[in-house]
């Protein structure tokens, strides 16, 4: 069984050098938990500038869903870039972003026929999504969710509310954007049982729209179908349809942020699939193309037949980005979404195992390979346990996985969809021997 490999002590000497650099010139705002230097990735492996080899459980937060420079995707795009690296594909034509289009069309998550606005970032492809629905319904409110994050553009970030100092010292933001629970079963409101929190977020819902937000002025609710950084929150099976129905009494659109949980991650294209409704709007980017800049917003057509100008950009469906994409989406289509489903339900099941040995994990959640654990000081109180996520995060680097943490307690697994239970088999011996250093 192939494992990880640490040579040196962490961080190595060439790479305390290559941080030591990066202090003096890089922003100070950069989140850089683990001191992890990357030369080279391949696959589900990762190698530092030292020789250590890690085992990743990040897929560069969702990136590399295809694997690490997967040989096809590489291929794909060394062909592309013999022939032209740009040309700006919102005043011009050139086939393969045609091609990627109709790649996405065929997969939309909605009966409609579909248009596409390429973007370069998840940030970016809410920017659009949020754009056009204020374009075309001419409503002025929009309704997001506590927890949620959507990116940290002013509009974006508008919606995003995962983190205070995400949103500290940037007011005023986008106005009228209206935020309400996520619909959280493991830590419901004070008083709301687990099974009744449908009940109160939709009556939520509806006392804002009785107060702040008169639902005819409402252009759209924007959701990630499970919150990312927020902490990979699934919401109850009954929530969507609930919602959706609530939404389609006044022509409120439902934009869904597919950013992290798209592109196969679940064991579907899209997250949204596994809760029986029909989205407006798809905000996607991350694991679109494998690790070329790229996003994408999707919409019905019917909704995206904005005017000429009435939105642009300079890189969006870039040549070698879109050659990228089209073979991603092969990939995943060819089989690594349903090795998603499989492998995430053996990874699922272990990690229930490793809970009933550490009582500190109070929730294991997620769908596919997108799951998570959440660490809880008391296990019937499931009070967050930060200072416990943040050591077993650093002891499992120590030993050879990347894992990175979401939401205030939960360690989040997102690996590359090319994952096998042999590789699952060897981050649970590493989080079993992380958990009993951090607790010493």
């Known amino acids: 069984m192939e494992r990880p490999e640490i040579k040196t002590e962490l961080p190595g000497p060439k790479a305390k050098q290559i941080i030591e650099r990066d202090a003096k010139v890089m922003s100070t705002s950069l989140t850089r938990d683990l001191p992890l230097v990357v030369e080279r990735a391949r696959d589900v492996w990762v190698y530092d500038v030292d020789g250590n080899k890690f085992l990743d459980m990040t897929s560069g937060v969702g990136v590399t869903n295809v694997g690490h420079t997967n040989p096809q995707v590489v291929e794909a795009i060394k062909n592309q870039l013999d022939k032209f690296l740009h040309y700006i594909g919102t005043d011009f034509y050139y086939e393969i972003q045609v091609t990627l289009a109709e790649m996405l069309n065929d997969i939309r998550p909605f009966t409609e026929p579909a248009r596409v606005?390429?973007?370069?970032?998840?940030?970016?492809?809410?920017?659009?999504?949020?754009?056009?629905?204020?374009?075309?319904?001419?409503?002025?409110?929009?309704?997001?969710?506590?927890?949620?994050?959507?990116?940290?553009?002013?509009?974006?970030?508008?919606?995003?509310?995962?983190?205070?100092?995400?949103?500290?010292?940037?007011?005023?933001?986008?106005?009228?954007?209206?935020?309400?629970?996520?619909p959280d079963t493991f830590r419901p409101p004070e008083g709301v049982m687990p099974e009744k929190v449908t009940d109160f977020v939709i009556w939520y819902l509806n006392r804002v729209f009785e107060t702040v937000a008169p639902p005819e002025d409402v252009a759209a609710v924007l959701i990630e179908p499970i919150q990312g950084e927020g902490g990979y929150n699934v919401p109850p099976s009954d929530f969507f349809p609930r919602l959706k129905a609530e939404l389609d009494k006044y022509g409120i659109y439902l934009i869904v942020d597919e950013v992290q949980s798209g592109m196969g991650r679940t064991g579907k294209m899209w997250a949204i699939e596994h809760f029986g409704v029909e989205p407006d709007i798809v905000a996607s980017a991350k694991g679109i193309a494998s690790g070329i800049p790229m996003g994408a917003c999707i919409a019905k057509a019917s909704i995206m037949d904005w005017d000429l100008s009435a939105h642009s950009n300079t890189y969006g469906g870039n040549p070698v980005a879109s050659a990228s994409a089209i073979e991603t989406i092969k990939l995943l289509r060819g089989?690594?979404?349903?090795?998603?489903?499989?492998?995430?339900?053996?990874?699922?099941?272990?990690?229930?195992?490793?809970q009933k040995k550490h009582e500190v994990i109070g929730d294991v959640r997620g769908i596919g390979l997108m799951l998570a654990i959440d660490f809880?000081?008391?296990?019937?109180?499931?009070?967050?346990?930060?200072?416990?996520?943040?050591?077993?995060?650093?002891?499992?680097?120590?030993?050879?996985a990347i894992c990175i943490a979401a939401g205030k307690s939960a360690i989040r697994f997102a690996p590359p969809l090319t994952l096998q239970k042999e590789h699952v088999d060897v981050v649970i011996e590493i989080l079993d021997d992380a958990i009993k250093a951090a607790l010493g």
Not at 336 to 346: F, K, M, Q, S, T
């Open 376 to 400: 809880v000081k008391d296990p019937v109180k499931r009070d967050f346990n930060t200072e416990l996520r943040n050591k077993v995060e650093q002891e499992a680097f120590k030993r050879g």
């Open 117 to 182: 606005f390429y973007t370069n970032s998840g940030t970016e492809s809410v920017e659009c999504s949020i754009k056009l629905a204020r374009y075309k319904q001419r409503r002025p409110i929009f309704i997001g969710f506590m927890g949620a994050f959507h990116g940290r553009t002013i509009g974006a970030l508008s919606f995003t509310s995962s983190k205070p100092v995400q949103r500290r010292y940037f007011s005023p933001m986008v106005p009228q954007v209206v935020h309400i629970p996520f």
């Open 335 to 354: 089989g690594l979404i349903d090795n998603a489903r499989v492998v995430g339900e053996y990874f699922k099941s272990q990690l229930r195992e490793l």
